[in-house]
């Protein structure tokens, strides 16, 4: 049986590691029952390698990173490396792995499954089926923008500056992203920005209705003002399909957005660069939760997030769509069938802990395969 592609694991710290494992049981079986096989490679990333290296990410890491056709991560960081200088912390090990990849889409689902409806801040009815998804722009913007700094004015006065700043490849190559993937959801993307008073925001209207004339004129496009944005998200977010948004304006969209979910642990992201001369990108995939130090060790994390994001990569990576569909049902099922880990525990539940929750999706797994088998 021939790989169906080369995969990098970086299990990193604190529950890293717990919930990595039951994607590794996941992999194995996609070998077993499906035929899909993964030449996997792991490595160490964040404290593990402070711990093993020296440094938070190694050169041969890094090679490995480049090679691979997509990166799946757990999480980096912890108490017992916070005194470190912050470029040599753990969370250092993540920021050059994404900037070397030259990662510059940020993908971020925000979805809520009936089962979870009541772990929602917001009532029901304005959550049931939230299905939306947040293409934030990664390497640009004023988190990057020259000039930066503080500065001395004189008479005791100081200035702090940071610059606002996109070119239209930039703007483009992020708004190819969000309209693909419209195309293959419900086909409707609305760009934010505050086009009425930052001529960045300008700039992106103008770009992203121009590229949307040229080549997506089968989605739908719509425009909003980021502070409408986040009022829309809270009162009815469920009039939104893609969001494609800078840096800035997503970094706090995309937080928002994983709060009308109202769990950390189910989670996913990806983060996409621009694809080579054979159409392949460079890809990591992570929950979005970090460590969790305080139930790191005691196989009670919730492993969800972590499989949402191998889904993830299954679907952006290698395009296994039919075997993404077979894990995201399976997890449905076993949250429809009252297992819970304790992050999402609700009254009438039963509380299971990572292993048994990975135990369940496995069996959930198999009989929809045997259902597939016997329908065929
Ligand atoms: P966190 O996401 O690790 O934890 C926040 C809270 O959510 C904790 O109470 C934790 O127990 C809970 N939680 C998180 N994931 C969970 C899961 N899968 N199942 C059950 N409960 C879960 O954020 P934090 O506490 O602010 O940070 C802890 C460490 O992680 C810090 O060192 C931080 O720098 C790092 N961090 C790393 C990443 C990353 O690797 N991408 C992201 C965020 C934070």
Not at 277 to 283: L, Q, S, W
Request: net charge negative; proline share 4%.
């Amino acid at each position: 049986m021939s790989a169906n592609g080369k995969l990098l694991i970086l299990s990193g710290d604190g529950i890293g590691p717990e919930v990595v494992r039951q994607v590794r049981r996941v992999i194995d079986w996609l070998a077993r029952r499906r035929g899909v096989s993964f030449d996997v490679a792991e490595g160490l990333v964040g404290g593990a390698a402070i711990d093993a290296d020296g440094v938070p990410l190694t050169d041969a890491t890094l090679a490995r990173a480049q090679e691979a056709d997509a990166v799946l991560l757990g999480a980096v960081g912890g108490p017992k490396w916070d005194k470190i200088d912050f470029d040599r912390r753990p969370e250092a090990g993540l920021l050059r792995l994404r900037k070397d990849l030259g990662l510059f889409a940020n993908l971020r689902p925000a979805m809520v499954m009936d089962a979870l409806i009541d772990a929602s801040p917001l009532k029901a009815d304005i959550v049931r089926g939230l299905d939306i998804m947040i293409v934030r722009e990664l390497t640009g913007g004023v988190y990057f923008g020259e000039p930066r700094g503080i500065r001395d004015l004189g008479d005791g006065v100081r200035q702090g500056l940071n610059t606002q700043v996109y070119t239209t490849p930039e703007i483009v190559r992020v708004a190819k992203v969000a309209f693909d993937l419209a195309r293959q959801r419900k086909n409707s993307v609305c760009s934010v920005e505050k086009a009425n008073v930052m001529e960045s925001g300008r700039l992106w209207r103008e770009e992203v209705t121009r590229l949307h004339a040229e080549e997506y004129s089968d989605v739908e496009l719509s425009h909003m003002y980021a502070d409408n944005c986040a009022m829309q998200l809270v009162r009815n977010p469920r009039q939104f399909d893609v969001i494609v948004t800078d840096n800035l304006f997503g970094d706090m969209l995309s937080d928002e957005a994983a709060m009308l979910t109202g769990s950390l642990g189910m989670l996913p992201s990806a983060s996409l660069g621009q694809p080579d001369a054979n159409g392949r990108r460079k890809a990591l995939y992570e929950p979005v939760h970090g460590s969790a130090p305080d139930i790191a060790g005691r196989d009670v994390a919730n492993p969800v997030a972590m499989l949402l994001s191998f889904t993830m990569m299954l679907r952006y990576s290698f395009g296994l769509n039919g075997e993404a569909e077979m894990i995201e049902q399976s997890i449905q099922k076993v949250l429809n069938g009252g297992m819970r880990t304790a992050d999402v525990m609700a009254p009438g539940m039963a509380r299971c802990s990572t292993t048994v929750m990975g135990d369940a999706i496995l069996r959930a797994l198999d009989k929809l395969h045997a259902t597939t088998l016997a329908a065929a």
